[in-house]
């Protein structure tokens, strides 16, 4: 028996860091998942964790501010795979929040949302990476 593997589609961009550019981050995912026959299991959750993650890396990083911020997007099996990476020393911290807090939210969204999500430390050891996983919708 022959067993075959497909390598997931990947779509990597890299986008200058400006909050401006998080609807552009956003329009790349949404024609990413266009062109998957399930996409449309994933763009409700994938769009609102992409702008969380990408509007952290943002406002959050310590890097200088012609660095760029990297998106990448991969079909893994069933799963959908989001990468943030940016050229910061900082990781991110899930942290209570109040009712009454103006922002601050974004990690407690993709925590509960994300099937699974982590932080790591980019090849090279310049920056790192947040990445999210997502389950199709039912």
């Not at 790349?28 to 769009?47: C, I, K, M, Q």
Request: charge should be negative; include cysteine.
């Amino acid at each position: 028996m022959i067993k075959t593997c497909c390598r997931p589609r990947v779509f990597v961009a890299r986008l200058d860091s400006g909050t401006e550019f998080t609807p552009v981050a956003r329009h790349l995912l949404r024609a990413y998942l266009s062109g998957l026959p399930s996409g449309d299991h994933y763009s409700d959750v994938a769009e609102l964790l992409l702008n969380e993650l990408f509007a952290n890396a943002v406002q959050h990083s310590d890097a200088p501010d012609d660095r760029r911020i990297e998106i990448r997007f991969a079909l893994v099996d069933d799963r959908l795979r989001l990468e943030v990476h940016d050229a910061g020393s900082g990781r991110p911290t899930l942290r209570p929040s109040n009712l009454d807090d103006e922002c601050g939210r974004g990690l407690l969204l993709v925590n509960e949302l994300a099937e699974r999500w982590g932080c790591c430390p980019r090849i090279g050891g310049i920056g790192k990476f947040v990445w999210a996983t997502i389950a199709p919708a039912a």
